[in-house]
């Protein structure tokens, strides 16, 4: 028998998650069924059980990749020496997450509501937001040292407003009526209109 590739196991599992994600979207975490997903994404059980042995197992994994993405973007943007405005780093962000799945901001909203009952999310989506938090930190704590951000509010509660303006994006977008291109500009606008600050000095 033929060896199957890693490449055709990754697009049979992506193949899979796109599929559940469709449902979830659609009909919410609850209301969709395993043979739901089987049905949408035509695949036999024995298939679908081999990457996913259970429903939960799909919206952790559906979760960590969006989650993935985020950090991935935001961690990157805070190890550069000069990084970018915020505008670009959020819009890169959500421009990657937009780009995985078909219904993103709909399946996000999904996730938090279901941190409340199941312990493996709740605890994915803390240990994210204390990545994301330091991330964001990094990044405001150079914004300051450039004369951006006033140096006397901490940086850690700037970069908790930054999270929370990125939350309340997907929560419009799931709503139907978020577009990216006014995010962008809004923050351009905000950082555009603050007055330049004194560098921090130091020694």
Known sequence: MARVSQAHLDARRRQILEGAARCFARDGFHATSMQDVLRETGLS?????????????????????????????????????????????LVDALTRVGGMLEHPASLVIQVWAETLRNP????????????????????????????EVDPDVPAEHVARTLIACCQGFLVQRALGYGDVAWLREGLRGLMSGARRYAPPTTG
């Open 45 to 89: 059980a024995g298939a679908v059980y081999r990457y996913f042995p259970s429903k939960e197992t799909m919206i952790a994994d559906l979760a960590r990749e969006v989650l993935d993405a985020v950090h991935g973007a935001l961690d990157q943007a805070s190890r550069l020496p000069d990084p970018p405005p915020p505008d670009e780093i």
């Open 120 to 147: 493996e999310l709740d605890a994915l989506l803390r240990g994210f937001l204390t990545e994301v938090l330091a991330a964001w930190t990094r990044v405001v704590e150079v914004y300051q040292a450039r004369g």
